[in-house]
């Protein structure tokens, strides 16, 4: 069974940069979209962006212009958080989408604040 698992989160003030990073367990065939999620406290699971495997990106209107999503490969993806905002506090989690199934990493706790 293929496992997510990020990493990278924390705690940090407004203003400040935090780098997510997504790692499965193995490579794993037909990814078609590589995506971060995020669920706040009382709140819905959100999407927070997403890359195709032909490098398209698509961003939530809240986050555009602070944060980047890149991939390596068809293991690693990354989010590269800048300028964060109380308001980014979450849980962020990571997903890998093939045609039929996708798989869910167990989340990492971000948190902004002074």
């Known amino acids: 069974q293929v496992q997510l698992v990020e990493s990278g989160g924390g705690l940090v003030q407004p203003g400040g940069s935090l780098r997510l990073s997504c790692a499965a367990s193995r490579s794993i065939a037909s990814i078609t979209t590589m995506g971060w999620y995020r669920q706040a406290p009382g709140k819905q699971r959100e999407l927070v962006a997403v890359?195709?495997?032909?490098?398209?990106t698509n961003y939530a209107d809240s986050v555009k212009g602070r944060f980047t999503i890149s991939r390596d490969n068809a293991k690693n993806m990354y989010l590269q958080m800048n300028s964060l905002k109380p308001e980014d506090t979450a849980v962020y989690y990571c997903?890998?989408?093939?045609?039929?199934?996708?798989?869910w990493g167990q989340g990492t706790q971000v948190t902004v604040s002074s």
């Open positions: 997903r890998f989408i093939r045609y039929d199934y996708s798989y």
């Open positions: 890359i195709t495997n032909g490098g398209s």
